[in-house]
Every structure is written in C-alpha cells, then in structure tokens.
C-alpha cells in the first residue's frame, strides 16, 4: 500500500520532469514559434481605387489606426494635374506579445483623370520595383536582415454606383494579376439594399469568369479541420467579392458603444455581419490568411519574376558572347622559294622512283 501511495504520490512530478527534460524534434514547433515571435511579422498591404470609396476610412478601422491624419485633400482644380501617385505608411502593432510591422501603400489619383489610358502603370512599377530590390538583396552578400517590402495584397475597391466591372476595373486587374494577389471589394455597401448587393455580387464574379481575371483564390480547409472551421470557410468563399463599410466613429446601437454611422433611418454597424462583410474580410486578412498570402507572393509571383530575371540574364549573356569577336586567327607562313624547289624536286624523284 505504501509503495502504490508513493507511485501515486510522484507520478505527476515524473510526467512534468520528463516532459520538460524531454530533448526530440516534437519540440520544433515551439522553436518555431519562439523565433517568429522574437522576430516579428511585416505585412504590405496595397489599396486601390477611384478617390471617394473610403480607402482610408476601411484600413483604420481594419487595424485601429489614423494613417492620414495629416492628409490633404485636393480640391477639384487641383486634381486635374495630379498623375497617379505612391505613398506608403508605416506603423508597428503589436498584439499579446506579436509584434507585426505593417505597411499600407496607398494609390492616390487612380482613376480620377478623364483620360485612365495606363493609369495602373506606377502601381506596377512600384510592385515590379520591390521585387527587384529584393531580388538583389537576396543575392548580394548580407543576406541575414533582408527587409521584405514586396506587396502582399492589393485591395481593390470597385464602385457601388454600377451594374458591375468597369473596362479600367477589368485592365487594372489584369495587369496586376500576375504581380500581386489581388482581392477585390464593393466599397461603401451601406448605398445598397441587400438584394442590390448580392445582384452586384452575382454581376462581378460572371464578369471575373468572363473575362479571365485571376484574383485571390482562398485554399481549401484541411481534412482535419473541424465542422466549424469548414463552416466559416465556406462563408467566406460565398462571400467574395466583400461588400464593406468602414467607420471610425463610435455611435450607440442597442444600449452597446460600436463603430458605425449614423443615418436619418438608422445605425449601420460595421462589424455587424448582417450589416456588411467587415468581419469576413478583417477575419481573412489577419486571422486566418495573412501567412496564405505572403506564401503565394513569395512562391509564386516573386519566383515567376526571379525565374524571368534570371532567364533574361542568360540570354544577354548568351548573346554578348556571339557578339564578341572571335580570337584572332593568325595567318599561316609562306614558305620562300628554296623551299618549294626542295619541296617540288622531292615530290618529282618520289613519282619518278
């Protein structure tokens, strides 16, 4: 009876001895974890659109934050002259310990001239150009603290004053398609009836279908993944493109404080999920597919560029060597003319003989 008291008595002490003394790879995962933690997670973050669909409004509430507080707005005049143009922020959240750097690139005077002939061509520029500073770090020498400022989603708002896809809607995402992973938005659904948004949603997917845009695919659920977690996948397929509403007011709805707008007829709440799909799209941002979109940028769109700048590479120096002049070629000696005889003489006592 002792003996099984005493059993009994450190059996806990041992399992918690062991399991702290314990030396195995089952122990990676938490290796992992503390070095990402240590490190750190960066985010780049692109928003594009016509002035006026709430850009701005939508990324301060998504993360709590006044990125352009000290904007100035253009009056119409001054808009005229304005060319597309890139600006970035930068601000450190950090979260229970999860310190994310996140950056927002903005794209103010898309879409505001009368003439939009090209008016994605600095956005590209500037996507194309963060691939290329990369690309060099990661082949220059100090490869240790390479900062990843490639962009890892661009946001697209499309106006909800329409009857779907506009032509500069459809040539903006086909040029970025293949650069950037591209998810696109209706801004300000609080214009529209329910049954006029999930019309617009009808209209906009046909039209993606129809004209062969690639825009962000979310991945399939993992088997093991439990019935819920299925659930709330298939919510957010359905659910794609997002109908948003931003706000950074707080109003009263139902005796609460929440974020909303107030209106003559009402409270429109921007996470409420019967409202809009805030919550959809703050959820696959940064709780659910955040690491997801970092992976395809990385694996697929930054190596199809690498794959075309190392392909580009080879083929200049490929042709700069048929281009160089081949090694001089120097002339052969001609014999003088005692030796021809000597060389005929013998060649006629050979033929006599």
């Not at 003439?115 to 061509?121: A, E, G, V």
């Not at 404080?257 to 999920?273: A, C, D, L, S």
């Given at each position: 009876?002792?003996?099984?008291?005493?059993d009994?008595?450190?059996?806990p002490?041992?399992?918690?001895?062991q399991?702290?003394?314990?030396v195995g790879?089952?122990?990676?995962?938490?290796?992992?974890?503390?070095?990402?933690?240590k490190?750190?997670?960066?985010?780049?973050?692109m928003?594009?659109?016509?002035?006026?669909?709430?850009?701005?409004?939508?990324?301060?509430?998504?993360?709590?934050?006044?990125?352009h507080?000290?904007?100035k707005?253009?009056?119409?005049?001054?808009r005229?002259?304005?060319?597309?143009?890139?600006?970035?922020?930068?601000?450190?959240?950090?979260?229970?310990?999860v310190?994310?750097k996140?950056t927002?690139?903005?794209?103010?005077?898309?879409?505001d001239?009368v003439?939009?002939?090209?008016?994605?061509?600095?956005?590209?520029d500037?996507?194309?150009q963060?691939?290329?500073q990369?690309?060099?770090?990661?082949?220059?020498l100090?490869?240790?603290?390479?900062?990843?400022?490639?962009?890892h989603?661009c946001l697209y708002?499309?106006p909800?004053?329409?009857?779907?896809?506009r032509?500069?809607?459809v040539e903006?995402?086909?040029?970025?398609?293949?650069k950037?992973?591209?998810?696109p938005?209706?801004?300000?659904?609080d214009?529209?009836t329910?049954n006029?948004i999930?019309?617009l949603?009808?209209?906009?997917?046909?039209?993606?279908?129809?004209?062969?845009?690639?825009?962000?695919?979310?991945?399939d659920?993992d088997?093991?993944?439990?019935?819920?977690?299925k659930?709330?996948?298939?919510e957010?397929?359905?659910?794609?493109?997002?109908a948003?509403?931003?706000?950074?007011?707080?109003?009263?709805?139902?005796?609460?404080?929440?974020?909303?707008?107030?209106?003559?007829?009402?409270?429109?709440?921007?996470?409420?999920q019967?409202?809009?799909?805030?919550?959809?799209?703050?959820?696959m941002?940064?709780r659910?597919h955040?690491?997801?979109?970092?992976?395809?940028?990385?694996?697929?769109?930054?190596?199809?560029y690498r794959?075309q700048?190392?392909?580009?590479?080879?083929?200049?120096?490929?042709t700069?060597?048929r281009?160089?002049?081949?090694?001089?070629?120097?002339?052969?000696s001609?014999?003088?003319?005692?030796?021809?005889?000597l060389i005929?003489?013998?060649?006629?006592?050979?033929?006599?003989g």
């Amino acid at each position: 009876l002792s003996s099984r008291l005493y059993d009994l008595l450190l059996a806990p002490c041992m399992c918690f001895v062991q399991e702290k003394d314990y030396v195995g790879f089952a122990t990676l995962p938490n290796q992992v974890h503390r070095k990402s933690v240590k490190k750190g997670f960066d985010f780049t973050l692109m928003v594009a659109g016509e002035s006026g669909l709430g850009k701005s409004t939508l990324v301060n509430s998504l993360f709590l934050t006044d990125l352009h507080k000290d904007r100035k707005l253009l009056n119409a005049e001054e808009r005229i002259s304005q060319t597309v143009g890139i600006t970035k922020h930068t601000v450190d959240i950090e979260e229970k310990g999860v310190k994310l750097k996140l950056t927002i690139v903005d794209t103010p005077g898309f879409g505001d001239a009368v003439n939009n002939t090209d008016c994605w061509r600095p956005i590209t520029d500037y996507i194309e150009q963060q691939f290329e500073q990369y690309f060099r770090d990661e082949s220059g020498l100090n490869r240790k603290n390479i900062q990843d400022n490639r962009v890892h989603c661009c946001l697209y708002f499309i106006p909800p004053f329409g009857h779907g896809l506009r032509p500069v809607d459809v040539e903006f995402m086909k040029a970025l398609q293949d650069k950037v992973n591209v998810v696109p938005l209706i801004s300000k659904a609080d214009c529209l009836t329910p049954n006029e948004i999930r019309r617009l949603k009808d209209r906009v997917r046909e039209e993606i279908d129809k004209f062969g845009i690639k825009v962000y695919q979310f991945p399939d659920c993992d088997s093991d993944e439990d019935e819920e977690a299925k659930q709330k996948d298939r919510e957010l397929k359905e659910s794609t493109p997002f109908a948003v509403i931003g706000s950074n007011m707080v109003v009263e709805a139902r005796g609460q404080k929440v974020r909303g707008r107030f209106y003559p007829w009402g409270i429109v709440e921007v996470e409420n999920q019967a409202h809009c799909d805030f919550v959809k799209l703050r959820t696959m941002l940064i709780r659910s597919h955040m690491h997801d979109l970092k992976d395809i940028t990385s694996d697929c769109h930054y190596e199809n560029y690498r794959a075309q700048c190392i392909h580009t590479m080879t083929s200049k120096m490929t042709t700069d060597k048929r281009v160089e002049s081949p090694l001089p070629i120097l002339p052969l000696s001609t014999p003088d003319v005692e030796t021809e005889k000597l060389i005929k003489k013998k060649d006629e006592e050979v033929m006599d003989g």
